[in-house]
T-cell receptor, first 114, second 111 residues
């Protein structure tokens, strides 16, 4: 069983479209995250939810909207896609939100905007 | 603010040789430090973490890292590289409960 699963794995779309990426974890963790990895492999946190509550909201365009229907799911919706949104998006989860916690990552969703 | 700097974006080693990946952190308080590995087309997985219990930390796959406060370093080593160690390695530090990553080091292993 995959601990943190993301769908879709690959997404190719046109500029201006709206798309969603879904994430689910079966680890019983309380905290979930979205990270963006750019073409130079640099990883940056975007959002974090703890028990369905938003706790980290980095400087991300408001075209990006996370939603956590329950603590096992964290989805990412992106409106009006731009070329610069092309990246690999990683979902992750951790037991709680403290600094020592280890993150478990999904396999990533590669978004290509044409 | 705390951050990490990885020295060397690319390291090439021969199979069986020592692997040394450098990471320096900036922190005014004892940090939580991590090394993660990313194999091609996969997510990141934890190699090891430092949480002040011991300065020499052993991780998976024969890797270890030593926390040196005087040098603000947390370098990752493996005595003998294997072909399967070819991957991207990330040093990370917790900043305000957020995991902040270094730029990564690509390791290639020559047969």
């Amino acid at each position: 069983d995959t601990a943190v699963s993301q769908t879709p794995k690959y997404l190719v779309t046109q500029m201006g479209n709206d798309k969603s990426i879904k994430c689910e974890q079966n680890l019983g963790h309380d905290t979930m995250y979205w990270y963006k990895q750019d073409s130079k492999k640099f990883l940056k946190i975007m959002f974090s939810y703890n028990n369905k509550e938003l706790i980290i909201n980095e400087t991300v365009p408001n075209r990006f909207s996370p939603k956590s229907p329950d603590k096992a799911h964290l989805n990412l919706h992106i409106n009006s896609l731009e070329l610069g949104d092309s990246a690999v998006y990683f979902c992750a989860s951790s037991q709680e939100s403290s600094g020592a916690n280890v993150l478990t990552f999904g396999a990533g969703s590669r978004l290509t905007v044409l | 603010a705390q951050s990490v700097t990885q020295l060397g974006s690319h390291v090439s080693v021969s199979e069986g040789a020592l692997v040394l990946l450098r990471c320096n952190y900036s922190s005014s308080v004892p940090p939580y430090l991590f090394w993660y590995v990313q194999y091609p087309n996969q997510g990141l997985q934890l190699l090891l973490k430092y949480t002040s219990a011991a300065t020499l930390v052993k991780g998976i796959n024969g890797f270890e890292a030593e926390f040196k406060k005087s040098e603000t370093s947390f370098h990752l080593t493996k005595p003998s590289a294997h072909m399967s160690d070819a991957a991207e390695y990330f040093c990370a530090v917790t900043v305000d409960y957020k995991l902040s990553f270094g730029a990564g080091t690509t390791v290639t292993v020559r047969a």
